[in-house]
């Protein structure tokens, strides 16, 4: 069963750069044909699908947030990142990662971690 963790500051000022690793068990990264992503959801609003890192090292990202983000992996340690640079309060959300087999729907996720950007 693969398995997800996500890690990283729970506070970030605005900004900065948030900056959060993806732990990944039970599966390899680089397993055809799989896409790692990362979701948030800001308090009381649905699921923000923010981008996602392929199988192949390709990189995809939501239109919206493509100017400030980043997705990149250590296939070493079996870990992605995401950068998010320039935050704002707005961007105030849990953050989750996730397999997706399409791009877009998860089939496995992690538990997901709070960030809240405040100075």
């Known amino acids: 069963q693969v398995q997800l963790q996500e890690s990283g500051p729970g506070l970030v000022k605005p900004s900065q750069t948030l900056s959060l690793t993806c732990t990944v068990s039970g599966g390899s990264i680089t397993t055809n044909y799989y896409y790692w992503s990362w979701v948030r959801q800001p308090p009381g609003k649905g699921l923000e699908w923010m981008g996602a890192i392929a199988y192949s090292g390709s990189t995809y990202y939501s239109p919206s947030l493509k100017s400030r983000t980043s997705i990149s992996r250590d296939t070493s340690k079996n870990q992605f990142t995401l950068q998010l640079s320039s935050v704002t309060p707005e961007d105030t959300a849990v953050y989750y990662c996730?397999?997706?087999?399409?791009?877009?729907?998860?089939?496995?996720r992690g538990q997901g971690t709070q960030v809240t950007v405040s100075s």
């Open positions: 996730a397999r997706e087999r399409i791009l877009g729907t998860a089939d496995y």
